[in-house]
């Protein structure tokens, strides 16, 4: 069964300090794998995707087979780097489309 | 607007009671996604449409719980005999699986908070 973990539900830092979300992933399959972020007030939005190997405000993410992880990494947080943060596996179905899983997510807190 | 809408955002219901959450996804967008979010957890997958039919619905969890998408544009996700336990927030996103790369991003709504009473 597919399954999305990210042990800590809040991760506190001070501005300037690096941060990292971890994110562990079960599937037998080939991954597709994103971080979504809820910031205050907001809607549920696409941070980033593993397949493009972008950088998206600062943050990366690397997937990792081996150890089956997606890290979330940026060097620098930014107080309005806070949020909810939640890592998404994709597995796509023969019968088209995708069914999308969600972690439980993690609270980032980042003080001045 | 251009993005995914979801009405009532509140709803507030009795035990027993019958309700029902719309969703009006993107348009274009052939994929429709229902999602269930309950206090500190991550959005819990429900349902899945791929145009008019359900593609997946192994996320709901009994009978109480349908959901409809007739004309492949507008979906209704309809609940039943509602129990405390439903209070949520019910998501709705919709996607694109067309282009290249696949696309695989869900567009959220603002979602519909349910209470039951």
């Known amino acids: 069964a597919q399954r999305v973990t990210q042990p800590e539900k809040l991760l506190s830092v001070f501005k300037g300090a690096p941060v990292e979300l971890k994110c562990n992933y079960s599937y037998s399959g080939s991954p597709e794998l994103f971080w979504y972020v809820q910031y205050s007030r907001q809607r549920l939005q696409l941070l980033l995707r593993h397949i493009s190997r972008e950088s998206i405000k600062g943050f990366t993410a690397d997937l990792n087979k081996g150890e089956t992880s997606f890290h979330l990494k940026k060097p620098f947080a930014q107080e309005e780097d806070s949020a909810m943060y939640y890592c998404?596996?994709?597995?796509?179905?023969?019968?088209?489309?995708?069914?999308?899983?969600f972690g439980a997510g993690t609270r980032l807190f980042v003080k001045a | 607007g251009a993005g995914v809408s979801q009405t009532p955002s509140n709803k507030v219901t009795e035990k027993g009671k019958y309700v029902e959450l719309r969703c009006d996804p993107i348009s274009g967008h052939t994929a429709l996604y229902w999602y269930r979010q309950s206090l500190g957890q991550g959005p819990e997958f429900l349902i899945y449409f791929q145009g008019t039919g359900a593609a997946d619905d192994s996320g709901l969890p009994n009978d109480r719980f349908f959901a409809v998408r007739p004309e492949g544009s507008v979906s209704t996700l309809k609940i039943q005999r509602t129990e405390r336990g439903d209070s949520a927030v019910y998501l709705c996103?919709?996607?694109?699986?067309?282009?290249?790369?696949?696309?695989?991003?869900?567009?959220f709504g603002e979602g519909s908070r349910l209470t039951v009473l």
């Open positions: 998404a596996l994709s597995v796509n179905r023969n019968t088209g489309g995708f069914k999308t899983i």
């Open positions: 996103a919709s996607s694109s699986t067309t282009g290249s790369p696949w696309a695989g991003e869900l567009f």
